[in-house]
């Protein structure tokens, strides 16, 4: 919780700064922001230090004493790695990126594991976090060719440190709408509820954690040097959020309908209270999967503040929503999630004309088809599901999620939309390009 939280407030948004300028960015610009950066991160640790009696004496943990500073430790090292980062990044070399990303991470997890095994207990976790971090800062600065040094360029650099400023305001606010349903829902229903809530609201965000921070990772790099060329912003849109909704929109109006039976021999019976709220949430993850993509569209252009406004204004609606909807329980707080996610997202969209796009054609349009040929499917499933009610729970699911599988592509077959049509050739044509490639390299 401290190290997710010092992350956000420690996010102060240069490195999407680096990114997002379409114009070159010089090495005396990229060593200002880093000093700027250190130094905030230092102010931010003192800050912890500080807390550091009253986190022990709240979580009546003395442990926390010793852990918590080297936690500290941890966020300033991950500073060193941002500015590196950022330029492999801006330079669209996303290999090394993710390479650095594997090695770091393998390392973190090796490490960790193998202390805990020698009988270390928590700190096995703090010094994986920390070497994992200073094996990315490592890798990246090699991989950038870039260190830190003295020069600096105040002056040439204000535009990003003014973008810088309002991300990371975007930030905090977007750190807050995330976490005020839970401090709702454990202040009024108690923690029992807000673990219930928080494992169904996890379940929902996968295909937004692992589809969609993928390609938006890409789509903002990609968004920020074509700032200014509004027909291939408006492809690259359409295109994202297709492919998200391919992907997302059956896997989660599937889950809706299965979600007893896959809590059940996912997670075991003791879990069942998930179920209803975790089948309510999965229409708000339908737009959560492709929400996103409009956020970095706004920042990428230099609407950075678009993207804050977005944010705020869906704090204020969670907040209202939540505290009427914890009247009716966890399940009235998960309806006042889909219902906040649909309007903002709705209000949000109208706002692409400010860019040239339009909210139809360029973002809600590529999402019909695939969300068609779901609702085929979650009702065909449900017809299915109640004359399988004397097949056992595994065997269950498993004749569920074939047919669904089955139908969702069937409908997709019948329908043959040209947008999908044509995006599926695209996809068989990269996955022929890097079999080859595998061939020759084998060969070699």
Request: hydrophobic share 55%; charged share 15%; with cysteine.
């Amino acid at each position: 919780m401290v190290v997710d939280l010092a992350t956000k407030v420690g996010d102060f948004g240069f490195s999407s700064a680096l990114v997002q300028q379409a114009e070159p960015v010089s090495a005396k610009q990229v060593n200002t922001l880093f000093l700027i950066d250190l130094g905030l991160k230092l102010l931010l640790f003192l800050g912890l230090l500080a807390l550091v009696p009253s986190v022990v004496a709240y979580f009546q943990e003395p442990v926390l004493a010793s852990v918590l500073p080297a936690i500290g430790v941890y966020m300033v090292v991950d500073c060193f790695s941002s500015p590196s980062l950022a330029i492999l990044v801006r330079d669209l070399n996303f290999r090394s990126t993710a390479l650095i990303e594997l090695t770091s991470r393998t390392l973190e997890v090796v490490v960790a594991i193998a202390l805990a095994w020698c009988g270390y207990g928590v700190w096995s976790l703090v010094v994986g976090r920390i070497l994992g971090s200073a094996t990315t800062a490592g890798l990246a600065c090699a991989a950038a060719r870039w260190l830190p040094t003295l020069g600096t360029d105040f002056r040439g650099s204000a535009r990003l440190i003014r973008f810088g400023g309002w991300l990371f305001v975007r930030n905090l606010a977007y750190y807050a709408s995330d976490n005020v349903d839970f401090l709702i829902v454990g202040r009024y229903l108690g923690v029992t509820s807000v673990g219930f809530y928080s494992k169904a609201f996890e379940i929902m965000r996968l295909p937004q954690a692992r589809v969609t921070r993928a390609v938006n990772a890409v789509l903002f790099t990609a968004f920020s040097r074509i700032q200014t060329e509004t027909d291939r912003l408006g492809r690259g849109l359409r295109k994202a959020v297709l492919v998200t909704a391919i992907v997302s929109s059956p896997l989660l109006v599937g889950l809706a309908v299965v979600a007893p039976e896959f809590v059940e021999i996912v997670f075991g019976p003791k879990w069942e209270p998930i179920v209803r709220p975790l089948q309510i949430m999965c229409f708000a993850g339908i737009v959560h999967a492709v929400d996103p993509y409009m956020v970095s569209l706004f920042t990428a252009t230099g609407r950075v503040r678009l993207a804050v406004l977005r944010r705020v204004a869906e704090l204020v609606l969670l907040v209202g929503a939540s505290l009427y909807g914890v009247r009716f329980g966890v399940e009235g707080v998960a309806t006042a999630i889909v219902l906040v996610a649909v309007v903002v997202t709705l209000a949000t969209s109208a706002l692409l004309r400010l860019i040239g796009l339009r909210a139809w054609r360029d973002y809600l349009a590529p999402q019909t088809w695939p969300l068609v040929a779901a609702g085929v499917m979650g009702v065909s499933v449900l017809w299915l599901r109640d004359r399988l009610q004397d097949v056992g729970s595994f065997g269950r699911l498993i004749l569920l999620v074939s047919l669904g599988a089955g139908v969702y592509v069937a409908v997709l077959a019948v329908i043959r939309p040209t947008s999908i049509v044509a995006v599926v050739r695209e996809g068989l044509g990269d996955v022929g390009t890097l079999r080859e490639r595998l061939r020759r390299a084998l060969r070699n």
